[in-house]
């Protein structure tokens, strides 16, 4: 069965923190995605990756960044973090694109 | 460019009684179609899909929803609802050449009264 984990569940930051979210899958996928989710909003897309070193941006990409230097992991990097990037945190990965395999999610406090 | 919209934020019905949300998408091409479902405190998983075979898919719990191509939409339905169906649905939908990404919808919490 297909594991995405995410590193935390709950996390706290500060304004202007730099934020690490780590994702790791364990099914040799080779695309993986990270989304925000917010009330009302839906699942947005903020990037995707569909090999090592591979990234495209997604729908809401401003204020986020990504590294992905092995297969198996997808980390999302808030470089300065801000109030309006409180929200759920949600990992993906797929393979062949068909259907897309979750993590539990990170929910995110900025203070 | 695809995109989806879900018809009610909030649906609430009788334990027993028939689920019905609704998903109607806009896409330039033929598309994939997906619904998740996501429990408390949880991540998403999948229900069902729809590739372009059988219009009528059937899913995990008991869901199942139906490809009308001529209204564009793929509402999920359920003959009769259990408690445990309390959760939040999206529905999602990919261009059948575009590759793996998804464009998903706003999301339905349902609600399942005794």
């Known amino acids: 069965d297909v594991k995405v984990t995410q590193s935390s569940r709950y996390l706290v930051k500060r304004t202007g923190e730099k934020v690490f979210l780590e994702c790791v899958q364990d099914m040799d996928h080779e695309n993986m995605f990270w989304y925000r989710q917010d009330p009302g909003l839906g699942l947005r897309l903020i990037y995707f990756?569909?090999?090592?070193?591979?990234?495209e941006k997604g729908d809401i990409p401003e204020g986020y960044s990504v590294s992905r230097e092995k297969k198996e992991r997808f980390s999302l990097i808030l470089e300065s973090a801000s109030t309006n990037q409180t929200s759920m945190y949600l990992c993906?990965?797929?393979?062949?694109?068909?259907?897309?395999?979750f993590g539990p999610g990170t929910r995110l406090t900025v203070t | 460019a695809q995109s989806v919209t879900q018809l009610g934020s909030h649906v609430s019905v009788s334990e027993g009684a028939l689920v019905l949300l609704r998903c109607n998408y806009s896409s330039s091409v033929p598309p994939y179609l997906f619904w998740y479902v996501q429990y408390p405190n949880q991540g998403l998983q999948l229900l069902l899909k729809?590739?372009?075979?059988?219009?009528l898919v059937k899913g995990i719990n008991g869901f199942e929803a139906e490809f009308k191509k001529s209204e564009t939409s793929f509402h999920l339905t359920k003959p009769s609802a259990h408690m445990s169906d309390a959760a939040e649905y999206f529905c999602a939908v990919r261009p059948e050449t575009s590759g793996s990404r998804l464009t998903f919808g706003e999301g339905t919490q349902l609600t399942v009264n005794p």
């Open positions: 729809y590739t372009s075979a059988a219009t």
């Open positions: 993906a990965s797929s393979f062949l694109g068909v259907k897309q395999y």
């Open positions: 990756s569909y090999d090592v070193k591979m990234k």
